[in-house]
């Protein structure tokens, strides 16, 4: 089986630094045996929000910008994961949830496929371990005017 670092390098990825909370909240939070990551926006490799990434859904970004948005949300999460158990091959057990939050235009109706960008990247880089519960719900602003916003929930040991 390979690892998480190899199959990121596989996708051509590599975990980007976890992000400071901009406001009065923490990153993540370790209760027990669960990691629960704070909503990471589609921050690129650079730290910052891409132009393509910013705006609603079904208006100022497409759904191939949407996709990428979800999955650099994603890959947001597993940075702070990262953070929070220091070893992601031996300190997660399981992804139990991710929550999305897609902004977009009132008509836009493919909110959950806009989502599966971060779902998607889940189980690529985590295999069986990256299968999750999951809610998605399309919201009329996001932080910095982000087109993407993903939470999440670990079992970790």
């Known amino acids: 089986m390979s690892t998480v670092k190899e199959r990121l390098e596989h996708l051509g990825l590599t975990l980007p630094r976890a992000a400071a909370p901009v406001a009065n909240y923490v ?29 609603k859904l079904g208006a100022e970004v497409s759904t191939e910008d949407g996709l990428v948005a979800a999955r650099l949300c994603a890959l947001n999460v597993l940075a702070q994961l990262d953070a929070a158990v220091g070893d992601l091959d031996r300190g997660v057990v399981q992804c139990v949830r991710l929550g999305g939050f897609i902004n977009c235009v009132p008509s836009f109706s493919a909110i959950a496929g806009i989502m599966n960008g971060a779902s998607d990247l889940m189980v690529a880089v985590l295999g069986e371990r990256g299968r999750h519960a999951r809610s998605t719900i399309g919201v009329a602003e996001l932080p910095l005017d982000a087109a993407v916003e993903v939470e999440a929930m670990f079992e970790v040991r």
């Open 27 to 55: 990153p993540f939070v370790r209760s027990g045996n669960l990691v629960v990551i704070s909503g990471q926006i589609c921050l690129g490799a650079d730290g910052k929000l891409g132009p393509a990434h910013t705006g």
